[in-house]
């Protein structure tokens, strides 16, 4: 009688549990989502955390009041991550927990997993940046936070540092985290964790992501600023040594300005020139052709470790429009965590299937609010 209760209903009510104790970067991040349904493309305005400044009471706090005025950001939601799965006859003659364990749960722990890896992909918008010494140090870590201090990040709860495994090992040789402390929520986070210290929970993730510079650079490559103009968020850099292309994601700064700026599109390199967009706008009015720009090298094992506030990254999910026709499909949402469940039926194949997705979007809120921390390779 095991398929009398295995619905989508059924089946989504396990699943969306599953997920939220399977998520580890994401379950560090600020999450929203759309109750409404939605299709692949669509934009949803979610509401960003409030931003208010204090001042010293000078008598009167006349003109000084400061408006609660919610911000919203457009997040587009460009990704279905489905996991498709052929159920056979065997399978419905399961009951529900045998179910769960044999088809749920390796579902969702692979859309658990590529949800993870969305997020890790996102230290490609922030500029900032630490590097480590040969051997991971606590002066590293100390370097790094007080950049995130001085960039304003919150005290408190919510600060986190995401590790890659090359970068746990070197810290784990370090006196300062032998004795770790079980912080995370859920079972992974548990799993992974490194930790308190510094002000930050650490966690170990097989997701961080590296990123490679164009291969034809040996080193740091260097090339002129051709702008003069403060606030632009674009400029023609010349005397690039190296044909090549210049990645989203790559960091470098300019002579005589403090600011690290980031990539933010392709650039292709041609006639030793290349058109370059960025983030943040620029800070320095820079004399044409005189000041000198700096590409960050990274290689393949340059891990983008990530310290960041929950509030540096988003990711939304959102209910996808049931299924008309025969198919039979459930929805579940809980947490800011959406999970689609659908039945069907392969006619051409004489098959019946069963597909667990999610439909989301991801997006960097707050590129201040996050440092990439370079490992010693």
């Not at 080193?219 to 040594?241: H, K, Q, R, Y």
């Not at 690290?260 to 706008?281: E, N």
């Not at 499909?329 to 689609?340: D, Q, V």
């Amino acid at each position: 009688m095991g398929n009398t209760f295995i619905t989508p209903q059924a089946v989504a009510k396990l699943a969306l549990p599953t997920l939220l104790n399977n998520l580890m970067m994401a379950g560090l991040v600020y999450r929203d989502y759309a109750k409404e349904f939605r299709k692949v493309g669509n934009t949803v305005r979610i509401r960003k955390p409030a931003v208010l400044t204090a001042i010293e009471f000078a008598g009167d706090l006349t003109g000084e009041y400061q408006n609660i005025t919610e911000s919203y950001t457009d997040v587009l939601l460009d990704k279905i991550i489905v996991v498709p799965v052929e159920i056979l006859a065997t399978d419905l003659t399961l009951d529900i927990l045998s179910f769960n364990t044999q088809i749920v749960e390796p579902a969702v722990q692979a859309i658990a997993q590529e949800l993870d890896v969305r997020l890790c992909k996102l230290y490609k918008d922030v500029p900032y940046y630490s590097d480590t010494t040969d051997a991971t140090a606590v002066s590293d870590l100390l370097d790094a936070r007080r950049t995130m201090v001085l960039n304003k990040m919150p005290f408190g709860a919510q600060r986190y540092g995401v590790m890659s495994p090359l970068t746990t090992a070197a810290l784990l040789a370090l006196p300062a985290f032998h004795e770790i402390d079980k912080v995370g929520e859920t079972k992974p986070l548990k799993e992974a964790s490194l930790g308190h210290k510094f002000g930050y929970d650490f966690f170990e993730n097989q997701n961080i992501q590296n990123h490679v510079t164009h291969a034809s650079i040996a080193a740091d490559e260097f090339g002129t600023a051709a702008i003069s103009l403060a606030g632009v968020t674009s400029m023609l850099v010349s005397n690039l040594g190296a044909a090549g292309t210049i990645y989203d994601g790559t960091i470098f700064t300019i002579a005589g300005d403090d600011q690290k700026y980031v990539v933010t599109a392709d650039a292709a390199i041609g006639g030793a020139t290349a058109t370059i967009s960025f983030y943040p706008d620029l800070k320095v009015a820079t004399p044409i052709g005189t000041e000198v720009v700096t590409f960050k090298k990274t290689v393949a094992t340059s891990m983008e470790n990530l310290m960041f506030h929950k509030n540096a990254f988003a990711m939304v999910t959102a209910p996808i429009a049931p299924p008309i026709g025969g198919a039979k499909g459930a929805t579940m949402n809980y947490k800011g965590l959406t999970i689609n469940v659908v039945y069907d039926y392969v006619g051409s194949q004489f098959k019946n299937v069963i597909t667990f997705s999610v439909l989301c979007g991801f997006k960097t809120l707050t590129p201040e609010l996050a440092l990439r921390l370079y490992d010693a390779a």
